[in-house]
């Protein structure tokens, strides 16, 4: 019986840390407010060491967002019109005004990606392929960030190896086909998956996600 107290107070401490590293809910009402229908992607900035990053997302970046129920703009299309008009880099691109890119295509919305990270990088014993990309949402109404979000994922060449003749062998395979296939794509899908599928903070469904009946 002598214990009961301590026992209590142990499990008040557990609860209140507990309840503590809980998330709390993700704002989603200015998304809410301000639901599109329509988005258009930007070729994303790079802030990698990879030239060729920003166009190798964009090879992967269209069908998570449509799968999520939106008319997502043909990127290809998007970034040729660009182009055509003088404006050249995605940094540029990123500094069109809305007010113009409202008026000439008429999206509901504009996603701007941020490319932080990307490629692959070598060690001894071990290779790491990380991708970084951080996307913001805009209203093209209002001019106001409605949704946003962020990953960082790291693929190890060893994460599966057991002992050190595992792990030299993963690396050096690793490197081999690094120069034949990029492997940031497949990590780059993992965070796709992150940023626009997680139940916390990911891209709410659109219209087009549930067909009327």
């Given amino acids: 019986m002598k214990y009961k107290p301590f026992i209590t107070i142990s499990l008040i401490i557990c609860l209140t840390s507990c309840q503590t590293t809980q998330h709390k809910p993700f704002n989603y009402q200015p998304m809410i407010d301000h639901m599109p229908k329509s988005i258009l992607i930007l070729p994303p900035v ?10 190798k997302y964009l090879s992967i970046i269209t069908r998570p967002i449509a799968e999520k129920g939106y008319y997502v703009f043909p990127v290809a299309v998007i970034d040729a019109m660009m182009k055509a008009n003088g404006v050249t880099s995605p940094s540029d691109m990123h500094q069109v005004k809305l007010k113009k890119i409202k008026e000439i295509i008429d999206p509901d919305a504009v996603l701007y990606v941020t490319i932080k990270e990307w490629g692959t990088k070598y060690q001894i014993v071990d290779s790491q392929t990380i991708v970084n990309i951080s996307a913001r949402l805009i209203d093209t109404d209002t001019g ?44 780059a899908q993992v965070a ?17 996600r549930f067909p009327k009946k």
């Fill in 192 to 208: 796709n998956q992150r940023i626009f599928f997680n139940d916390y903070n990911g891209l709410l469904p659109g219209k087009y």
């Fill in 144 to 187: 106001n960030q409605i949704w946003q979000n962020s990953a960082r994922v790291v693929k190890s060449s060893n994460d599966n190896a057991n002992n050190i003749g595992e792990i030299l062998i993963a690396a050096l395979v690793n490197q081999v086909l690094s120069n034949l296939l990029d492997p940031s794509l497949n990590v």
């Fill in 46 to 55: 790079n802030q990698s060491m990879e030239v060729m990053a920003p166009y």
